[in-house]
C-alpha cells in the first residue's frame, strides 16, 4: 500500500530505541533474553514493599544506573536519563536542536518519595511531574519544553501517538519519547487491594490466569520525519478511544478497544490482513484479557498470531508501551515473533492465535494495543515497508 | 482549506467561584474544596450517585463539564467517537495520593486508589456522557494555552474527533482550578474563535 498520506504528512521514522529492564540495559540486550525465553518476574521479600512475598520484576537494590551523578536524581530520573542517553548514543539526534521535543511517560513518577521522606511543601513540589521533566530535559539540553503523559497504562502507547502527531503536524522533525515507572509500596499495595496481583508468574490469555505481575522498567524510543532515516520501520498509524462504561474495569465488548484498532489501521493505511502480529496489552487479569480477545475479533485480527510479554518483564505501567512497542519493532528488524510466555491454554471466549512459539516469517506491519485505568485504550501500527 | 473551530462554551471553577461563558453564575466562600464543591453539585440540583465516590479532582473536572455542557450542547450532533477529551493540570493526582497513601499505613483502600491516576477524570466525564472518542492528560507546570490549541486543532483538523472538552483541571489540598473549553467547528451565538489567546484570556480572567 502506498505510503503517501493524502494529506501529504511526512512519515514518521523509529531514528533509535532503548529498553532498560532488570533483563538488560539495551534493546539489543533485552531482545536477546526474551529470544532465549528468560522472564525477569521472580519471588521477592521486600518488606518495604510487601509483607508477604510477592512475584514480580524489579530492579537490584544495589544497581547502579548513572556513572556519576552529582545531582542526586531519584531512581525514576536516573532510569530515564539512563534510557534516553543510551537511546541517543550514535543516533545523529541533536538535543539542542529547536526541531527536538521531549515526551515523557509515566504514571506515577516519583511517588515513592512519599514513602521516605518527610511530608512537606518541598517534597510535594519534588514529586510533581514536571520537575522531573525539567531536571531531565537540563540533563541533556533540550531547549524545548518537556511535554509530560499520564495516562494509565497506555501512557507509553499514547505518548508514541502523540510524537508522531506532532511531528507529522511539522512542530517538531524529531522526537525523543522516554517512559519510566518504579514499584514501590504505593502502587504495589493499590494493586494487592484490587486484587489484581497473581501470585506466579503471570499466563495472559491462559486459561488459568490468575492476574498480572508488576514490573520496573524504563524505555526511549526516538522518532524522526528526516528523510535521512526512510530505511528505517515507521510508525504507521495511532488512535485512543475511551469505553465510557467503568474506571476501573474494561469494556465487557472490546467495541471501544476495536474502535481505537480500527482507527489506528485506517491511519496507517492498512487493513487487518495487512496486520502479521499483534502485541497486546495482555495483563493476565480475567477481564482484560477477554476483553482484548473481543477487540480482536470485532476487527478481524483472531487468526492474526498475538503475543504479551507481561510474563518476562511484568506490568512496567508507564514505560509498558514503549518497551512492547520496541520490542515489536525489533521483532520486524529479526523477522521473529516471541512465544507468550505463560500461556499454554486458551481461556478466553472468542478465537485467539495466541504466538506460543518463536514464530519465524517475514513480517511487515505489526500493531500494538494497550488499555488501562479510566477506560483508555490505545493502538499504535508499526510498519517496516 | 483549514476550518476555523470556535470555543462554544466554557466553565471556570476557582476561589469559591463557578463561571460560564465568563459570567458568574455561582459563589461560595466556603473555605474547604470538598464543601464548596457539594454546594456547586447542590446548586445546580445534579443528580448522579456516582459523584459521591469520586476523589476531588474528578469532582471538580465532573462538576465544570456538567456545567459546560448544559443548555447549550446536544450531544446527539456527534457520535460518541467523534467527541474527545484533552485535559492537563500541574500536581497529577497528587491530591488523592497523599489521602490514599495514608490508607496503605493501616488498609489501603481500593476505592481510593483508583483515583490515584489524573486521567480518571476524564473517565468519569467520559462515562457520564457516553463520550468514546480521543483522550490524552497532560502534566504541565502551567496552563500551556498554546500546546492545547495545537494539539486539539490537529485532532479536530484532521477529522479524528468533532468536538473537544479541553482545558484545565488541578487540585491539591486547598487550591483548586479548572477551566473547561468546548471546542466546535460550528459557531455559535456565544462563540469566540479557538486559540491560545482566546484560552489564555478566559483562564486569566478567575
Redesign the interface.
Known amino acids: 500500500m502506498s505510503s503517501l498520506k493524502e494529506n501529504n504528512e511526512p512519515d514518521v521514522f523509529v531514528v533509535a530505541d532503548n529498553i532498560l529492564s532488570p533483563l538488560g540495559k539495551t534493546t539489543a540486550q533485552n531482545f536477546s533474553k526474551l529470544k532465549q525465553q528468560v522472564s525477569a518476574v521472580k519471588q521477592y521479600h521486600h518488606p518495604n514493599i510487601s509483607a508477604q512475598p510477592f512475584y514480580a520484576s524489579l530492579f537490584g537494590s544495589d544497581e547502579g544506573f548513572l556513572k556519576i551523578d552529582p545531582h542526586r536524581y531519584t531512581k525514576f530520573e536516573q532510569l530515564l536519563i539512563a534510557s534516553i542517553a543510551d537511546g541517543l548514543q550514535d543516533s545523529g539526534i541533536m538535543v539542542s536542536d529547536k526541531k527536538t521535543v521531549l515526551v515523557i511517560s509515566s504514571t506515577k513518577g516519583n511517588i515513592s518519595l512519599l514513602e521516605n521522606e518527610a511530608m512537606s511543601e518541598i517534597l510535594k513540589e519534588r514529586i510533581a511531574l514536571p520537575a522531573s521533566a525539567k531536571l531531565i530535559s537540563d540533563y541533556f539540553g533540550f531547549v524545548n519544553p518537556p511535554i509530560i503523559i499520564s495516562n494509565a497504562c497506555i501512557s507509553g502507547v499514547l505518548a508514541i501517538t502523540i510524537g508522531m502527531r506532532l511531528l507529522r503536524a511539522g512542530q517538531f522533525e524529531n522526537a525523543v519519547i522516554a517512559g519510566a515507572d518504579v514499584i514501590s509500596k504505593f502502587i504495589f499495595s493499590g494493586f494487592e487491594s484490587f486484587q489484581a496481583l497473581s501470585p506466579q508468574i503471570c499466563k495472559p490469555f491462559d486459561r488459568l490466569r490468575d492476574g498480572l505481575n508488576l514490573g520496573e522498567g524504563a524505555a526511549t524510543i526516538i522518532l524522526s520525519t528526516n528523510k535521512k532515516y526512510s530505511q528505517h520501520v515507521k510508525v504507521k498509524g495511532g488512535a485512543v478511544s475511551n469505553d465510557a462504561n467503568h474506571i476501573s474495569g474494561p469494556s465487557r465488548t472490546g467495541k471501544e478497544l476495536a474502535g481505537a484498532i480500527k482507527q489506528a489501521m485506517q491511519d496507517a493505511a492498512v487493513t487487518s490482513t495487512d496486520i502479521d502480529f499483534i502485541s497486546a496489552h495482555g495483563t493476565a487479569t480475567v477481564y482484560n484479557d477477554e476483553m482484548e480477545a473481543n477487540a480482536f475479533f470485532l476487527t478481524d485480527l483472531q487468526s492474526t498470531p498475538v503475543n504479551s510479554l507481561k510474563a518476562y518483564y511484568g506490568h512496567t505501567l508507564g514505560a509498558a508501551g514503549l518497551i512492547e512497542s520496541i520490542i515489536s519493532v525489533q521483532s520486524m528488524k529479526e523477522n521473529l515473533v516471541l512465544p507468550t510466555l505463560g500461556f499454554e491454554l486458551k481461556g478466553v471466549t472468542q478465537p485467539l492465535n495466541v504466538c506460543n512459539n518463536l514464530l519465524q516469517g517475514d513480517f511487515k506491519i505489526c500493531l500494538k494495543t494497550a488499555s488501562g485505568f479510566g477506560g483508555c485504550n490505545g493502538a499504535v501500527v508499526f510498519g517496516k515497508d | 482549506m483549514l476550518e476555523e473551530n470556535y470555543i462554544t462554551a466554557s466553565c471556570t471553577i476557582t476561589e469559591g467561584m463557578v463561571r460560564k461563558n465568563n459570567v458568574k453564575v455561582f459563589e461560595n466562600n466556603d473555605a474547604d474544596p470538598a464543601a464548596f464543591l457539594l454546594s456547586v453539585y447542590r446548586y445546580f440540583q445534579l443528580n448522579y450517585p456516582k459523584y459521591y465516590k469520586m476523589d476531588n479532582l474528578s469532582k471538580l473536572g465532573w462538576l465544570a463539564s456538567e456545567i459546560l455542557l448544559r443548555d447549550n450542547f446536544s450531544k446527539e450532533r456527534y457520535k460518541?467517537?467523534e467527541i474527545g477529551?484533552i485535559l492537563m493540570n500541574?500536581?497529577?493526582s497528587?491530591d488523592n495520593?497523599?489521602k490514599?497513601?495514608e490508607t496503605?499505613k493501616v488498609?489501603?483502600?481500593?476505592s481510593l486508589?483508583?483515583y490515584?491516576?489524573?486521567?480518571?477524570v476524564?473517565?468519569?466525564i467520559?462515562?457520564r456522557?457516553?463520550?468514546?472518542?480521543?483522550?490524552?492528560?497532560?502534566?504541565?507546570?502551567y496552563f500551556?494555552a498554546g500546546?492545547v490549541e495545537?494539539?486539539v486543532s490537529?485532532l479536530l483538523n484532521?477529522n479524528?474527533i468533532r468536538a473537544c472538552v479541553c482545558g484545565w483541571a488541578d487540585v491539591?489540598e486547598q487550591e483548586y482550578k479548572t477551566v473547561l473549553f468546548l471546542v466546535e467547528k460550528k459557531k455559535e451565538k456565544q462563540s469566540v474563535l479557538f486559540s491560545a489567546e482566546g484560552m489564555a484570556h478566559i483562564f486569566g480572567k478567575s
Open positions: 460518541p467517537e477529551v500541574a500536581n497529577s497528587l495520593d497523599l490514599y497513601f496503605t488498609i489501603a483502600s481500593p486508589f483508583v490515584t491516576l489524573p486521567n480518571i476524564i473517565g468519569e467520559c462515562i456522557n457516553n463520550f468514546k472518542g480521543e483522550q490524552a492528560f497532560f502534566v504541565t507546570e500551556d500546546f495545537q494539539y490537529n484532521n479524528l491539591l
